[in-house]
T-cell receptor, first 109, second 115 residues
Framework: GQNIDQPTEMTATEGAIVQINCTYQTSGFNGLFWYQQHAGEAPTFLSYNVLDGLEEKGRFSSFLSRSKGYSYLLLKELQMKDSASYLCAVRDEDYKLSFGAGTTVTVRA | ETGVTQTPRHLVMGMTNKKSLKCEQHLGHNAMYWYKQSAKKPLELMFVYNFKEQTENNSVPSRFSPECPNSSHLFLHLHTLQPEDSALYLC??????????????FGPGTRLTVL
């Protein structure tokens, strides 16, 4: 099966920066997704990386290194509403999407 | 609002009951998915439908029975479930399953409790 690892929990202060790492071992690679999921709500798409490098979208950026099987999601200028679970998901050679267990980020005032 | 709706949002059922979960997408997508999300565990893909045809059954027990009457609707029929089946069941849709960039849009989920 696929193996996707990310930290269980992270805590940061409002206005700070947090980096959520994701490492993966999958059979082939066809893209990596980051989703945000607030408690009791649907996961919502944040970013997609298929080539190495950094993708920036406002306060959120995602980085990918395919050779290292590694990605991170960078959240800048943290706001209270950023408190949520962040899911890393990797698409394999059969285009099946496998998810990590998610990282719960708590933003404190 | 993601364009994917699920009903009911919460469901409590006994092990001998039969119930169904419903998912509807208003995005014009051709692929629909069922996932199971248990506490502290990764989302587990259960079923995939692409253009109304089931293309993936991820070794799901037969007490879970999916139905996809058209590209906009997906059902999950439940019968004789076990307490360990208690979880959040998420529906998702995408333009199509398989090749290419295909962001999945998720519904809010049905929180299922089996007593």
């Amino acid at each position: 099966g696929q193996n996707i690892d990310q930290p269980t929990e992270m805590t940061a202060t409002e206005g700070a920066i947090v980096q959520i790492n994701c490492t993966y071992q999958t059979s082939g690679f066809n893209g990596l997704f980051w989703y945000q999921q607030h408690a009791g709500e649907a996961p919502t798409f944040l970013s997609y990386n298929v080539l190495d490098g950094l993708e920036e979208k406002g306060r959120f950026s995602s980085f990918l290194s395919r050779s290292k099987g590694y990605s991170y999601l960078l959240l800048k200028e943290l706001q209270m509403k950023d408190s949520a679970s962040y899911l890393c998901a990797v698409r394999d050679e059969d285009y099946k999407l496998s998810f990590g267990a998610g990282t719960t980020v708590t933003v404190r005032a | 609002e993601t364009g994917v709706t699920q009903t009911p949002r919460h469901l409590v059922m006994g092990m001998t009951n039969k119930k169904s979960l419903k998912c509807e997408q208003h995005l014009g997508h051709n692929a629909m998915y069922w996932y199971k999300q248990s506490a502290k565990k990764p989302l587990e893909l259960m079923f995939v439908y692409n253009f109304k045809e089931q293309t993936e059954n991820n070794s799901v027990p037969s007490r879970f029975s999916p139905e996809c009457p058209n590209s906009s609707h997906l059902f999950l029929h439940l019968h004789t479930l076990q307490p360990e089946d208690s979880a959040l069941y998420l529906c998702a849709s995408s333009q199509e399953a398989g090749a290419g960039y295909n962001e999945q849009f998720f519904g809010p989920g049905t929180r299922l409790t089996v007593l």
